[in-house]
């Protein structure tokens, strides 16, 4: 099914967008699910069917099995390798360019949004591309491949890990700080694929409503903030997405 360009959006938002000095986004799992990356309410795939992603993200998955939680995201690397940006990843880079200034808030971990050339991104839950050893934090970029799974440290031994921020884990505070901030100051705010349940992001889109920013939520299902939105737009973000950039900036 095409999209339709000339999606019938409320021509206030489309002005609203045309005027709007900064653009804040926060991105889900589902601006990826047309990439083909399983979301988060979506059953893992395969041999993962049987876990809980909620279960394995975290530090105590990691401690009692870290060979499992390494080979998962393994695995998940691996689909993210594979998959593409979709239009929806696309038309955002298209509108970081259209608008004076453009945050992208995302609780993603798959680097999409760089492959699509998104550039002001703050990535609140890490990077799952990045690894960094789970004794000192610290990033590292090559290690012996010997057959051990989870590779260690070559500075201290320690095992490595995924640089991503795992369930009862703090969010670095910078980038909560960045992503508070922008919330509060930006004039638009759009939520894009996320079920809004996991903080402390979920109340990013209620701060901006607080602060009586302009908000938007791109989703095929409502959400706890669905209520708060000036403009719910409920569909796809791969078809909505382009629409509404081509509308405001034909
Ligand atoms: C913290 C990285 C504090 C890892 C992630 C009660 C008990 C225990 C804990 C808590 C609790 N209450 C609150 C907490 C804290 C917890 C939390 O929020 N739990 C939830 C479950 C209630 N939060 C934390 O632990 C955070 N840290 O609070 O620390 C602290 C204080 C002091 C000392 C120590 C700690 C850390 C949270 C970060 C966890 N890491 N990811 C990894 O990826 O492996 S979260 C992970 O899940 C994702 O990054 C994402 O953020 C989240 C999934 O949510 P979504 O992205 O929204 O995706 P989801 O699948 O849920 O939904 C998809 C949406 O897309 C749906 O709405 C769907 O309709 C929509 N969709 C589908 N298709 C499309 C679409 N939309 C558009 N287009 C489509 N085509």
Partial sequence: ??????????????????????????????????????????????????????????????????????????????????????PGHLALAVMEKRVPQFTLITQNVDGLHQRAGSQNIVELH???????????????????????????????????????????ERLPVNVLRTAVSTAQSGDIFLAIGASAIVQPAASLPLEAVRRGKITIEINPSPTPITPSMHYPLSGPSGRILPALVQAAWP
């Avoid at 045309?18 to 990439?35: C, F, K, P, R, Y």
């Avoid at 992603?53 to 060979?67: D, G, I, K, S, V």
């Avoid at 990077?127 to 960094?132: H, L, P």
């Fill in 1 to 86: 099914m095409n999209s339709n360009p000339h999606h019938n959006f409320p021509r206030p938002l489309i002005t609203a967008l045309q005027m709007a000095q900064h653009v804040v986004v926060l991105t889900g799992a589902g601006i990826s699910a047309e990439s083909g990356i399983p979301t988060f309410r979506e059953a893992q795939t395969g041999l993962w069917a049987q876990y809980d992603p909620q279960e394995l993200a975290t530090p105590q998955a990691f401690r009692q099995n870290p060979h499992l939680v390494w080979e998962w995201y393994a695995w998940r690397r691996n689909l993210v390798a594979r998959a593409k940006p979709n």
């Fill in 126 to 168: 890490g990077n799952i591309t990045r690894t960094k050893c789970f004794e000192d934090g610290r990033i590292v970029t090559e290690w012996a491949e010997n057959g051990e799974i989870p590779p260690r440290c070559p500075r201290c031994g320690g095992l490595l890990r995924p640089d991503v921020v795992w369930f009862g």
